[in-house]
């Protein structure tokens, strides 16, 4: 089942989902993981490359994305149990969150915005669970809710188990009981149309042209831009 880290509370809430990479952390937060992973054994670059050459056009791809990201997490990882991955994600995970530059401040302040006024404030993202909540606890963000990728460990090494991204992540969220509209929406990419569409509003954070214009050709007066730090 999808991580859902807090009690939902007071149905009467107002619910705010906020995306992860490129709205409160400003990259890529499983690949900076992989980085470092691989950079802690560089032995193991070279192989790793070569397994993974095949796989960058995939992750260009919205419709094959997600499948590349699998068969890359699974090379990159390879060797680590479950319970190693979950030690290094965290260890990750915390020295992120405390690294200048490394969290979109305007982020971390409108999520702790939303708590303190009482709003349910869910990050929904496809980044993996352990990684991103080690990071949301070292950030003061401990009583946002968590729906995000799971990492399993499968006979060929440790894989996702589910990755939530695109219509995923609604599936994901109403796995735990959330259904839509919510009432306002955070994101940094048209790839979440399908999870912006259900939002009474959606906040498009730092987002390109051809992607902001691609949400809101689909969600008309409803949409805000910003620009974050």
């Given at each position: 089942m999808p991580t859902a880290t807090a009690p939902a509370g007071d149905p009467?809430?107002?619910t705010i989902l906020m995306d992860?990479?490129?709205v409160i952390v400003r990259e890529d937060s499983l690949g900076g993981l992989l980085r470092h992973h691989l950079?802690?054994?560089p032995w193991r670059v070279p192989g790793f490359l070569v397994a993974t050459s095949a796989l960058v056009p995939m992750i260009g791809v919205p419709a094959s994305?997600?499948?590349g990201l699998k068969l890359l997490l699974r090379a990159g990882f390879a060797g680590l149990s479950l319970d190693q991955y979950r030690v290094r994600a965290t260890a990750f995970g915390t020295a992120l969150a405390a690294r200048p530059g490394a969290?979109?401040?305007d982020g971390v302040a409108a999520a702790r915005a939303h708590l303190t006024a009482g709003d349910r404030v869910v990050v929904v993202t496809g980044s993996e669970a352990t990684l991103a909540r080690a990071v949301l606890d070292a950030a003061g963000l401990q009583d946002?809710?968590?729906v995000a990728s799971r990492i399993g460990r499968t006979p060929f090494g440790l894989a996702f188990e589910v990755h939530a991204y695109g219509p995923q992540k609604v599936r994901e969220l109403a796995a735990v009981g959330i259904e839509p509209p919510w009432d306002v929406a955070y994101s940094d990419s048209s790839a979440d149309?399908?999870?912006?569409?259900?939002a009474r509003s959606a906040v498009l954070v730092n987002v390109?042209?051809?992607?902001g214009a691609r949400v809101r050709s689909a969600m008309p007066g409803r949409v805000t831009d910003v620009r974050w730090d």
């Open positions: 009467s809430r107002r992860f990479d490129g950079l802690r054994a994305r997600s499948r969290l979109l401040d946002a809710e968590l149309l399908p999870m912006l569409r259900g390109g042209e051809r992607s």
